[in-house]
């Protein structure tokens, strides 16, 4: 049985991002899922993997994506948590069951350094899977598993929020607008950040408290102390990287967290670090999260019947388009590929 995939080929570039077929295996490990894939959700991660900048020695060829959807296919004799016609997504991290992360885990991360999910069928072990949300379709729940989980952890295990908390969301992705949907259920005042009027306007309609269009507004850092009383915002859903985390250290109340995220404005940077040691600020970098983190958000996701923010969803042979639109910023929320 063939499968059709897009894989790296050769060198990076999402010019040598070619359609392609592989050989199924013929029989499955016994605690080994054959997935039938319908969706992947883009990430800047993805990106970054398929023009080589996120991992230059990453081994090719490679399936990128690190999110997907589908229906489960096929079990291993020995699968006890699943059969055939469940509805499932993938976990980033296929080892990463519950807890701190060990170096093991963190290299069982699809996209790179294992094969993703922009396939037409997917192996995965057995707690490599969650169980999909109820309320969602296939093309939203394929956003979950990175900047869904990202922002969970951000917000609910490490941000130290609390009712009448404020955070502070950089941007209009995935993960920012993913992190003001879960402030918002833990009854945060929640303050975001874009260049664009209208997207603030979209994400003042999601429940966003206060917005700032850092275009019009070089020293943003002064309206977000204004806005807080003069004390800083309690959590800072930091996705910028270099680029924007001096403005976030004078952003953040004494004591408060930045979750580190993403690099979007830079990786490296001469940083001044004064802020974070005479304000005592905690700099928390979050990496996603395991599988119990993930069905714990999924939870809520369905007790609230949340659902996430989908930008535009692009055919399976539509996926160099896909990609070069996340490359110029203009999505709000997520972008999808779907093959059904």
Not at 9 to 16: A, K, L, R, V
Not at 141 to 170: H, K, M, Q, R, W
Not at 210 to 230: G, Q, S
Not at 313 to 338: D, I, N, R
Request: neutral net charge; aromatic residues 8%.
């Amino acid at each position: 049985m063939l499968n059709k995939v897009w894989e790296i080929q050769g060198n990076f570039g999402i010019q040598n991002l070619k359609e392609t077929e592989r050989n199924l295996p013929e029989t499955l490990a016994p605690k080994e899922v054959l997935v039938r894939l319908t969706a992947t959700s883009l990430n800047y991660r993805d990106y970054l993997m398929v023009i080589g900048t996120y991992n230059p020695r990453q081994k090719l060829p490679l399936i990128p994506c690190s999110d997907g959807a589908g229906v489960v296919e096929a079990v291993g004799s020995e699968v006890t948590l699943w059969k055939k016609g469940d509805r499932v997504l993938p976990i980033f991290a296929q080892k990463w069951i519950d807890g701190a992360p060990n170096m093991d885990n963190l290299r069982s991360t699809l996209g790179g350094p294992n094969d993703g999910c922009l396939a037409q069928f997917g192996t995965f072990l057995e707690e490599g899977l969650v169980a999909t949300p109820n309320h969602l379709t296939d093309k939203e729940a394929a956003t979950l598993g990175c900047a869904g989980l990202t922002a969970y952890n951000a917000v609910v295990n490490f941000g130290g929020i609390e009712p009448g908390s404020d955070v502070l969301c950089l941007g209009t992705g995935g993960v920012s607008l993913f992190a003001l949907q879960f402030a918002k259920m833990m009854g945060a005042r929640v303050i975001i950040t874009s260049s664009s009027d209208e997207k603030l306007a979209r994400a003042k309609a999601l429940g966003a408290d206060e917005t700032i269009n850092y275009a019009t507004k070089a020293n943003w850092e002064r309206d977000v102390r204004k806005l807080t009383k003069m004390a800083g915002a309690d959590l800072i859903i930091e996705v910028g990287g270099a680029g924007t985390m001096q403005k976030s250290m004078m952003s953040v109340k004494p004591y408060g967290t930045i979750a580190l995220i993403g690099v979007l404005a830079g990786g490296e940077s001469s940083l001044s670090l004064y802020p974070i040691l005479m304000q005592g600020v905690k700099v928390q970098g979050v990496i996603v999260g395991s599988r119990s983190d993930f069905t714990r958000m999924n939870r809520a996701l369905e007790q609230n019947k949340t659902k996430p923010v989908v930008d535009k969803v692009f055919g399976w042979e539509e996926v160099p388009e896909a990609l070069e639109y996340l490359q110029t910023g203009k999505h709000f929320g997520k972008v999808v590929v779907s093959w059904e």
